[in-house]
């Protein structure tokens, strides 16, 4: 087991209302940033990779998501003796037959950065009409606990890729991806309201009650 080591960052409820302690199996700043404002409220203490110094990395070779933030979550429950949270996303194009896929965060090679991504998804994308650009980001969460026991949830955010990178908000393929019922990238979008719509947040929307129960049982049992 991976040896605790106290931080100012950690994030929690009232001291007096802590019932226990997670791990955000995570290295990925924004992303933990999301998660504990989404987590925000819960009787739990919030804590990330910085909490666990030497924690091993899980390499990511499941075949969907699903298995990807299981596979996570298990490995960091096992490691540290806490639950642990992860989650895997990402963008499925129509056009596409459904690529990038779980291959989202590596479309253009292994060290791509979220602009190469982007640019290679565009190229492929350039002269399919608005009609054929459909897509969706897909979030799948997952709680583990150091017993393997595990529960899940899943998100999704449907629209569509735009023809050009626009706006300077969010990250990954925010740029040129336009939500079901808007004309705006995710990008151009206030983030607020970004943080309602995405499928992270619809993914944890469904997923607080989840946890809750996961964690302490349900009311009745309470």
């Known amino acids: 087991m991976v040896r605790k080591r106290r931080t100012e960052g950690a994030v929690e409820a009232d001291k007096s209302a802590v019932k226990t302690e997670i791990v955000l199996a995570t290295r990925n700043h924004g992303k933990i940033m999301e998660l504990r404002s989404l987590l925000k409220g819960m009787p739990i203490?919030?804590?990330?990779?910085?909490?666990?110094?030497?924690?091993?990395?899980?390499?990511?070779?499941?075949?969907?998501?699903?298995?990807n933030a299981e596979k996570k979550a298990k490995a960091i429950a096992k490691a540290t003796n806490c639950v642990a949270v992860a989650d895997d996303s990402g963008l499925e194009v129509d056009f596409l037959g459904g690529a990038p896929g779980i291959r989202s965060a590596r479309f253009a090679g292994e060290k791509a950065t979220d602009r190469d991504n982007v640019r290679k998804l565009l190229k492929m994308m350039d002269g399919v009409p608005w009609e054929q650009r459909g897509a969706r980001f897909v979030c799948v969460t997952c709680a583990a606990d150091p017993k393997g026991r595990t529960v899940f949830a899943e998100g999704v955010c449907e629209?569509?890729?735009?023809?050009?990178?626009?706006?300077?908000?969010?990250?990954?393929?925010?740029p040129v991806f336009v939500p079901k019922g808007y004309r705006v990238t995710l990008a151009e979008m206030d983030p607020a309201l970004k943080n309602k719509i995405s499928h992270r947040?619809?993914?944890?929307?469904?997923?607080?009650?989840?946890?809750?129960?996961?964690?302490?049982?349900?009311?009745k049992e309470r």
């Open 201 to 219: 947040a619809q993914a944890m929307a469904k997923f607080r009650a989840l946890l809750e129960e996961f964690l302490f049982g349900s009311k």
């Open 159 to 174: 629209g569509a890729i735009g023809f050009e990178m626009r706006g300077t908000h969010g990250f990954g393929y925010d």
């Open 45 to 67: 203490r919030v804590l990330s990779f910085m909490d666990f110094p030497g924690l091993p990395e899980v390499e990511e070779d499941g075949k969907t998501f699903r298995q």
